[in-house]
């Protein structure tokens, strides 16, 4: 914290709340307190204390996310997760996990029961969780005795959260402990990689017993505990308390009392949220104050205005109206749209002060920028990137690719049906594609869709927008990238030209689009750091050793996979992106403009002359890649390119009744098509437009922050950005409809008025912002600057969330190129906006 003049400037609403939460806890105990009870969403609760049984359940795609089995939220963090029988006393993402097979109340009172079983191993059981004293009890009954082979194996894990303990110590019975900030071991001598305990053999454990808003005891009747580094084994992992279940145990096979402190009438501080770029002076200004239910927040919040020695000034002071209950908080709005005068402010609530942020003109003039020029340029494939003294990658891949094999389930998700699609051989070098294309996020493969949509973003976003920035150096020959550096050439099209050198390369290979090129095995997958470092940059040679290498050749085989299947969606993704691409491109590259313009005539052609079959394999089957609605897209850029042709004006009337049937998803298209068609295709869209109204407006009241928040298992930036943009269009083309108001609380959300702290999702781009991600360098605890994290995600059944400082849960924290690329968009049509209301 600073101290100036008396003023407390904090840097974010989430350390202005673990300060008071720290401060609160010095003063006050423990003391006798209502014990847990089970809600109607079958949650065991207390003040301060919430306890979640599989409402969450293991991923089956991806297994262990970290969102799952028994967790604990405890003072307003949840420290705890994944609370399940385990086969590995550290298990990795991919390892096995339980099925979930019911949960019901039990016959206690205040209990849950949960059943799950692994089916592949002839494991079934139960876990009870039950109110008890001042905290709960789990015990674990298996429906018949642990197969032989599970025997010394199987156990009930509890995970903490690594970086709530970092620093901190612990008790296992009496002897103490350090909870380590870097995994140091200690790990096995029999070269399996794997951890061997921190501690083991008590019946009790404590961690952090300094801290009183960390500290849990657990102490388990049967069997020793044990506590692992999971951190060793992959750097995703968290702190692991484990109990073995001994052979021939069958009921209360394991049974722990867990006893979380709960500081006596805890109540969360406020999180006043806000967009940290600022405002400018004639738009409106709300911030949004969220509460804890359980205490008595004030009624009023105070707008001070900085000066140059530091002291403040008030500049409003003014009741807050209720915005009423959003899942477990309350919320209540602070409107200062009545403050023009540019300068520093900050807002003060509750005792506390918020970090400043502007009200200038300029507020919104440079919030874009460093996602194009910074993060989509570290996120280029097949080149080396450089940014002055430091190398973010050298160039990487140049081995693509290798034929995937047919009937194929990637662990990624990638799917390879019985048919290639290809004119190569399993395990085959695939040559010509290690050109161009965007690592999708932060792995390292290339995403088809995900690429087309960057170039149609980045090429539209030329067209509305403008989009005029060069910071960056790309010389493809050379296949050197290099960030501030500008060479005189638009860094939007050069951005595009790098995506579409992959859309065409494919092309050229198949004939067709693929579905991407991804890692073959998990460990290369796992792979942090430089991507040059990710192969070897030599095609794989079978005739050679693993270790050997002959010119541009060597056995390993480390070559990525092609993942060939011919899909309608993915083809008219891309046709869609080519034809933009080719608008894009035609002043500074025509050969290239034609070429895509050419490849996009004849992929388009193809699916115009009946109903389009589905594919079977990745974005082919959901509702905004779906075939119908890719075409729509891809006959709209098709008339664009072509100022009007009749053919694609007549089939874009043609596909009304898509059009009609899937407007949510294909509306941004379907307005873009305007100029070039006739009076009858515009009144055709009044209607759609005004139940879409309809549509976001209740969608928008569902909760106080004016946009549509993802309850699923991917937190939704990606779908507010498209949400703000899209607004935007239909209120260029339909003003007496739509406003402005969907496109600038869309970039109040991402800029930080959201739920469970007020960061900016953009990395480096406001007074403060997410500075922890899940990108190519999270094992380093670092950002990429620009980048656009998914944000909060609501851990079912109530509970927002947004860890600041721990970077591996990619679904609130994964910076994604076609996200990045959507927020261009999104935050240009919000300075469009706001020039509206100057």
């Not at 359940?57 to 307003?76: C, R, T």
């Not at 020695?309 to 899942?327: E, I, Y």
């Not at 075409?631 to 009749?646: D, P, Q, Y």
């Not at 949400?723 to 003003?735: N, Q, W, Y």
């Amino acid at each position: 914290m600073l101290k100036h003049m008396g003023v407390v400037l904090l840097a974010s609403a989430s350390i202005m709340a673990s300060c008071a939460v720290q401060a609160q806890a010095q003063v006050t105990t423990q003391g006798t307190a209502p014990a847990l009870s089970v809600t109607p969403a079958e949650t065991l609760e207390r003040q301060g204390l919430t306890v979640m049984v599989d409402q969450n359940q293991f991923s089956p795609i991806f297994f262990d996310e970290k969102n799952a089995g028994i967790q604990i939220v405890l003072h307003g963090e949840r420290i705890a997760t994944d609370g399940a029988i385990r086969l590995n006393p550290t298990p990795e993402q991919w390892d096995p996990v339980p099925a979930f097979v019911s949960r019901a109340r039990g016959t206690e009172p205040n209990q849950i029961v949960v059943r799950s079983a692994y089916k592949d191993q002839n494991l079934a059981y139960r876990v009870k969780v039950t109110a008890e004293g001042d905290g709960f009890r789990i015990a674990v009954d298996l429906d018949q005795p642990l197969p032989a082979a599970l025997a010394g194996k199987a156990g009930f894990n509890l995970d903490f959260l690594p970086t709530s303990y970092f620093g901190k110590t612990y008790l296992m019975d009496t002897a103490p402990g350090l909870f380590p900030r870097h995994p140091t071991g200690p790990m096995a001598k029999d070269g399996s990689g794997d951890p061997t305990p921190l501690a083991s053999g008590g019946k009790s454990i404590t961690l952090s017993p300094e801290d009183p808003l960390t500290r849990v005891t657990i102490t388990s009747d049967a069997g020793g505990l044990a506590l692992y580094d999971a951190r060793n084994r992959a750097q995703n992992g968290w702190f692991v308390v484990r109990s073995l279940i001994a052979a021939g145990a069958k009921e209360n096979a394991v049974v722990w009392h867990v006893r979380p402190n709960v500081v006596k009438d805890w109540v969360r501080p406020p999180v006043v949220s806000f967009n940290q770029a600022g405002y400018t002076p004639g738009r409106a200004k709300v911030a949004l104050i969220e509460t804890d239910p359980h205490g008595t927040p004030p009624g009023e919040a105070e707008l001070v205005r900085l000066a140059a020695d530091g002291t403040r000034q008030s500049v409003l002071r003014a009741a807050v109206a209720p915005r009423g209950r959003w899942m477990r908080y309350n919320y209540a709005a602070f409107d200062f749209s009545q403050v023009r005068e540019p300068g520093i402010y900050a807002i003060a609530y509750g005792g506390q002060v918020t970090n400043p942020f502007r009200i200038a003109a300029d507020a919104y003039d440079r919030i874009w920028q460093t996602s194009l020029d910074t993060f989509i340029a570290e996120q280029m494939d097949h080149v080396g990137i450089r940014e002055q003294y430091r190398v973010w990658s050298a160039p990487s891949h140049l081995d693509d690719a290798r034929q995937a094999p047919p009937n194929h389930v990637h662990f990624d998700g990638y799917k390879m049906g019985p048919n290639l699609d290809s004119p190569f051989k399993p395990g085959e070098h695939i040559p010509g594609l290690n050109v161009g294309g965007f690592q999708d996020a932060g792995d390292y493969d290339i995403q088809t869709p995900q690429n087309a949509q960057v170039v149609r973003d980045l090429a539209w976003g030329r067209e509305l927008y403008g989009l005029d920035w060069d910071e960056t150096s790309v010389d493809e020959a050379a296949r050197a990238v290099e960030i501030r550096k500008p060479d005189g050439k638009q860094d939007s099209v050069q951005q595009i030209r790098h995506g579409v050198l992959q859309l065409l390369a494919q092309y050229k290979v198949f004939g067709h689009a693929i579905v991407g090129i991804i890692d073959p095995v998990q460990r290369q997958y796992a792979h942090l750091g430089d991507a040059g470092s990710q192969t070897d940059n030599l095609t794989y040679d079978a005739s050679l050793g693993t270790s050997e290498r002959n010119g541009g050749s060597s056995g390993a085989q480390d070559d990525r996979w092609a993942f060939t299947t011919d899909l309608p969606a993915n083809n008219l993704a891309v046709v869609g992106a080519l034809a933009a691409a080719s608008r894009a491109l035609a002043d500074s590259d025509p050969t290239m403009a034609a070429e895509a313009w050419d490849a996009a005539k004849i992929l388009w052609g193809r699916y115009q002359k009946g109903p389009i079959k589905s594919g079977d394999g990745r974005d082919d089957s959901g509702t905004p890649w779906s075939a119908d609605g890719a075409n729509v897209g891809a006959t709209v850029e098709m008339l664009i390119t072509s100022k009007g042709e009749r053919v694609y004006a007549d089939r874009l009337r043609a596909l009304m009744p898509v059009i009609t049937k899937n407007f949510a998803w294909v509306r941004a298209s379907a307005v873009r098509a305007l100029p070039f068609m006739d009076a009858k295709y515009r009144a055709a869209l009044v209607p759609l437009v005004r139940q879409t109204k309809v549509k976001m407006d209740e969608e928008a009241a569902k909760n106080p922050f004016g946009v549509p928040i993802s309850e699923g298992g991917w937190a939704g930036s990606h779908q507010v950005v498209e949400f703000g943009s899209t607004a935007f269009l239909m209120h260029k083309a339909f003003p007496e409809i739509i406003g402005t108001d969907y496109t600038l609380n869309a970039i109040d959300y991402v800029l930080g008025r959201h739920p469970a702290n007020n960061l900016s999702l953009v990395s480096t781009v406001g007074t403060a912002s997410k500075l922890i991600g899940y990108g190519h360098n999270r094992a380093d605890y670092g950002f990429i600057p620009g980048g656009l994290v998914p944000g909060v995600l609501i851990v079912k059944p109530d509970f927002p969330e947004l860890k600041t400082e721990w970077p591996f849960l990619w679904f609130e924290n994964e910076y994604t190129v076609a996200t990045t690329s959507a927020y261009i968009l999104a935050a240009n049509a919000a300075i469009e906006a706001t020039k509206e209301t100057r």
